[in-house]
């Protein structure tokens, strides 16, 4: 499948998977009261509490997405194209959230300088530093996935992904009935990588066709995704899960697997659509820029006009500076980033070339 093909349906996608998650930040676990989180919005939480699982969708998607964009591609041009990926829309969404904390909450500015840089490389988690924002847990998560496509792409056994999404997935079963050490569980991502190898399967059977093994592969990432789901809601909602809780979360990543199969076998189409493409830019910056800075925004406004009124507010505000982010980052900065990380890849690459 060649990749200046656009799948519009994975635009709508990622924005649902986003909005998804601002619901849940936004309209179910906004405050604390009394020690126990409360609920602003109890008619809508009804609904936006499962929002959690976008960022399971995320990696579905990512899952698909960077397969696709690793085939036939040289280790330095798939590491630069993540990188550009990334890193400016990053720093760009870190320095709006730290100065809308520093702006409206000093008292609760704890980060120093070395704190900051240690966000910058997205691996603060490894360090013992505090996240600038709690959402950016989720961007190891990505890094530890494109780490893995990274190494199959240098060791040239992109041409036998399937082989090694069977072994992957068979670590992680071993992962979930105990079997496997628990060092594996990060090594591999578990308990998400269901959902990375999901994803991978989906774009090969989008490509290259559906057979019985990649059938069977999708099998077993369900089960292993739905038994996940379980854990997650006694984590993700703020009581305990109840059975029919529980069942909600499972039908909801059982629709995000219909959804992928439709898609990878070409059942679904939308057609080309620059506003989707542009819904779809917005995601990563929205997602980045939402949670601390938004919450904090929204505090603010709440004590002068009605909670639903700010908390639309507080969401127009975070989609224009995600708007904004996309124009002026996305599409101008990132360019420029992209020939300097480029050219730097390339004199690497040349002066090992010349050691060796």
Known sequence: MSEKIRIYELDALRFFAALSVVFYHYTYRLVEQSGVQVSLFPELSMVTK?????VNLFFLISG????????????????????VRLYPTFWASMLITLSVLALLDSNAFSFSLIDILKNMTMLSGYMDTEYVDGVYWTLQVELKFYFIVLLLIIARQIKNIEAWLVLWL????GCYFGYAPGVFK??????????FIAGAT?????????????GAIIIGCLYLAIGHSVDQSNSYLLLAADKQQVFVSSIIVAIFFAIFLLISLNKSKLPKNNLMMFLGALTYPLYLIHNSAGKLIYEQLEPFTNKYVAVLTVIAIVLFISSMLVVLVERNLKYKFSRLVEQTNKTLFEKNRRAD
């Open 202 to 214: 989906f774009y090969l059977m989008r490509a290259d066709g559906f057979n019985l093994l990649r």
């Open 64 to 83: 698909f997405v960077i397969l696709w964009s690793a085939r036939e591609k040289k280790p330095w041009a798939f590491l630069n194209a993540r990188i």
């Open 50 to 54: 499962f929002g959690y699982l976008g």
């Open 170 to 173: 068979a670590v992680s079963y």
């Open 186 to 195: 990060s090594l591999i991502i578990y308990p998400f990588s269901a959902y």
